[in-house]
Nanobody, 124 residues
């Protein structure tokens, strides 16, 4: 079993940056693909970014491509989401997730474990 704990959320002005972290328990983090999803108020949870266990494959939602970067440090059992040039429409709860199966744009049913989320608020 893998437990995921997100951190790094907060309030930031439009154009600013935040770095989210995802701390994973257990020794098997490196065998999972890692993902970030987000859920804005009144909207469904949506895919943001995905990274394979070997860092070879990465993919981003069109809405964040070029502004967000997903990364991981398997030695620290930690994943990251660097968010630059933030926009008010990026406001959401951001969730870290892992899956055994790699998909470039995973849906919720691919995910094996979820974190509880961290809130990002971008003011205009």
């Amino acid at each position: 079993q893998v437990q995921l704990v997100e951190s790094g959320g907060g309030l930031v002005q439009a154009g600013g940056s935040l770095r989210l972290s995802c701390a994973a328990s257990g020794r098997t983090f490196s065998t999972y693909a890692m993902h970030w999803f987000r859920q804005a108020p009144g909207k469904e949870r949506e895919f943001v970014a995905a990274l394979s266990w070997s860092d070879v494959h990465a993919n981003y939602a069109d809405s964040v491509r070029g502004r967000f970067t997903i990364s991981r440090d398997n030695a620290k059992n930690t994943g990251y989401l660097q968010m630059n040039s933030l926009k008010p429409e990026d406001t959401a709860v951001y969730y870290c997730a892992v899956s055994r199966r790699w998909e470039s744009e995973p849906t919720w049913d691919v995910v094996d474990y979820w974190g509880k989320g961290t809130l990002v608020t971008v003011s205009s």
